[in-house]
């Protein structure tokens, strides 16, 4: 059974929701810059970047365990300011029969899905996920304010 979870991040600059959008949309490799605690590399291998169907590999860190997830860019509205990826290979799947993730910025807020289902009953909800969207996105709006 399908589940689903939300996070909402308040963006505190006015001027933040169009870079930010731009940020995840074509520059979201830099995420092992802004955030290299968690991100420890990504791979592009197929498609390209800020287009639907861009596939990369991610090395990342949560909750203090090593990860990878292969993840899609599903789809991408502009109008919307709307990204959504489908985590489909990778470790993270060993956790989870589906894993999809939506990014959507208003002004002010960028505001996180995660649709998910678990492969058994023993693995928690991803709160955690959810969490690293929060931090994530406060880190990537003070970045993109120091690099702008």
């Not at 910025?105 to 693995?123: L, P």
Request: glycine fraction near 4%; include cysteine; aromatic fraction near 12%.
């Amino acid at each position: 059974m399908s589940q689903k979870l939300e996070a909402t991040a308040e963006l505190k600059y006015a001027s933040s929701a169009d870079k930010f959008y731009v940020f995840f949309k074509n520059n979201m490799n830099d995420l092992i810059n802004v955030f290299p605690a968690s991100f420890k590399s990504v791979q592009l291998l197929e498609g390209e970047e800020g287009s639907i169907g861009c596939v990369k590999l991610w090395n990342y860190v949560i909750g203090g365990i090593p990860m990878t997830v292969k993840a899609k860019t599903e789809a991408i509205d502009d109008d919307k300011r709307s990204i959504t990826f489908v985590a489909f290979d990778g470790d993270l799947m060993q956790l989870y029969k589906s894993f999809k993730a939506t990014l959507t910025v208003n002004d002010g807020f960028a505001n996180w899905s995660i649709e998910y289902e678990k492969a058994h009953e023993a693995v928690p909800s991803p709160d955690i996920y959810a969490a690293l969207t929060i931090k994530v996105s406060n880190l990537v709006e003070n970045y993109l304010l120091k690099t702008n």
